[in-house]
Nanobody, 119 residues
Framework: VQLQASGGGLVQPGGSLRLSCAAS????????MGWYRQAPGKQRELVAVIRSGVSTNYADSVKGRFTISRDNVQNTVSLQMNILKPEDTAVYYC??????????????WGQGTQVTVSS
């Protein structure tokens, strides 16, 4: 299973970005897809996760500004980020948990995409 993330970049404070991540490979089912971020000198933290394509959970710092969504057919997850702040600057990683066609569980990470919020 591979995860390919895209959509990072440089944006001014107050701006918006949309991250996307596509999962491909020998996927039987995906139970959860999410986004995490890691700023310099800090631990990786949860940003948002969507489970079973319906239930969502957000970090308090992004509630009301970020929206996670998933396409269960395409096995993609997106993160719409609005009203971005300098403290949102980080490398963003997508994550997927599920079961492969071999019936083995998986928990994979994408390669990370840089988001920089600066004027």
């Amino acid at each position: 299973v591979q995860l390919q993330a895209s959509g990072g970049g440089l944006v001014q404070p107050g701006g918006s970005l949309r991250l996307s991540c596509a999962a491909s490979g020998s996927i039987f089912s995906i139970s959860a897809m999410g986004w995490y971020r890691q700023a310099p000198g800090k631990q990786r933290e949860l940003v948002a996760v969507i489970r079973s394509g319906v239930s969502t959970n957000y970090a308090d710092s992004v509630k009301g500004r970020f929206t996670i969504s998933r396409d269960n057919v395409q096995n993609t997850v997106s993160l719409q980020m609005n009203i971005l702040k300098p403290e949102d600057t980080a490398v963003y990683y997508c994550n997927a948990e599920g079961v492969e066609t071999t019936m083995r569980r998986f928990d994979y990470w994408g390669q990370g995409t840089q988001v920089t919020v600066s004027s």
